[in-house]
């Protein structure tokens, strides 16, 4: 059997988090950790979590496995658990639990829409659609595949000490997205809007961010990307 530790905790009924230990049986090592709560839920409905795709596309099942972020769905139980004896599984860290696995994201959805996530085009819109050349289409390679996990933002300590001034990674990995879009007229006001002491430059270059992103993207570079066209602005 795999010995397994999750969080729990119900308002209602708890007055404090604990830790629930449970067992899955072996063959559960090819599996999901997403299979693995599935297989939970079935014996005891009242474990809560989220999920929905399960094919790393939705972004709902993000939560700490053994200590990293990611989405439960595409993580095998052999890679969560390498040399460990137990699978513990954890809600988002530095995000309000609101029960068991599930936290409450407004506050990082409203930093994402701090950065205005949409194109600001103000010419007459074409009759069929803005035109890229394939070299500006693929500056946006790299950006747009960013589903809003959480789970970089979640591993930010930068975000754990100011997540009401600090926009975190995954918001300023979108900023750059649209800054660097061929198509947006607002990059002097996307860049202005983030030169203050806090906004971008709270970032101290950790790392974590880029260390978990579950689609493999690289949120501390895009960071990077945008303090120096700061500085070129500035020079
Ligand atoms: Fe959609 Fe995992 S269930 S990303």
Not at 77 to 82: I, M, N, P
Not at 204 to 216: D, F, H, L, M, Q
């Amino acid at each position: 059997m795999i010995e397994i530790q999750v969080y729990r905790y119900n308002s209602e009924r708890d007055r404090i988090p604990y830790m629930q230990s449970l067992q899955v049986p072996e063959h559960f090592r090819k599996r999901m950790v997403l299979d693995v709560l599935e297989y939970l839920h079935e014996e005891d409905p009242t474990l809560v979590y989220r999920r929905s795709c399960r094919e790393g596309v939705c972004g709902s099942d993000g939560m700490n496995i053994n200590g990293k972020n990611r989405l439960a769905c595409i993580t095998p139980v052999s890679e969560a658990l390498g040399t460990a004896g137990t699978l513990v599984i954890r809600p988002l860290p530095g995000m309000p639990v609101i029960r068991d696995l599930v936290v409450d994201q407004s506050l990082f959805f409203r930093q994402y829409a701090r950065i205005e996530p949409w194109l600001v085009n103000h010419e007459p819109a074409p009759a069929i659609e803005r035109l890229q050349s394939p070299e500006e289409r693929a500056r946006l390679d790299g950006l747009y595949e960013c589903i809003l996990c959480g789970c970089c933002t979640s591993q930010c300590p930068s975000w754990w000490w100011n997540p009401e001034k600090y926009i975190g990674p995954a918001g300023l990995l979108q900023a750059w997205r649209f800054i660097v879009d061929s198509r947006d007229q607002a990059r002097t006001e996307r860049l202005g809007g983030l030169e203050d002491p806090f906004s971008l430059f709270r970032c101290r270059s950790i790392g974590n961010c880029t260390w978990v992103c579950p689609k493999g993207l690289n949120p501390m570079g895009a960071i990077g990307m945008i303090r120096l066209e700061l500085l070129k602005e500035g020079s």
